[in-house]
């Protein structure tokens, strides 16, 4: 069964960086395409970014577009999202996810809270 575990969340002040991981277990990762959702409080789960199972397209929600960048490693089963010029707004639990409608499709989730 798929496993979908992030990490790289925390406090950061507004115009900084993460960069989050999300390591998947139990696919044949390169054979997927991933995606990085987030759900900030009180609002509904949105997509962030996609990439293909190669790394050869991504797609961005315009909220991120030009901060946010999506990569992934395929021998290391993991896909980043590298998060500049962070926003008050940008607050929210992130999630990776597989295609797929199943809760195991689903990581944990990683928190990022951004001060202004």
């Known amino acids: 069964q798929v496993q979908l575990v992030e990490s790289g969340g925390g406090l950061v002040q507004a115009g900084g960086s993460l960069t989050l991981s999300c390591v998947a277990s139990?696919?044949?990762?390169?054979?997927?395409?991933m995606y990085w959702y987030r759900q900030a409080p009180g609002k509904e789960r949105e997509l962030v970014a996609f990439i293909t199972h190669v790394g050869d397209g991504t797609k961005y929600a315009d909220s991120v577009k030009g901060r946010f960048t999506i990569s992934r490693d395929n021998a290391k089963n993991t896909v980043f999202l590298q998060m500049n010029t962070l926003k008050p707004e940008d607050t929210a639990v992130y999630y990776c996810?597989?295609?797929?409608?199943?809760?195991?499709?689903w990581g944990q989730g990683t928190q990022v809270i951004v001060s202004s």
């Open positions: 139990g696919i044949t990762f390169s054979r997927y395409a």
């Open positions: 996810k597989v295609p797929g409608d199943s809760a195991a499709s």
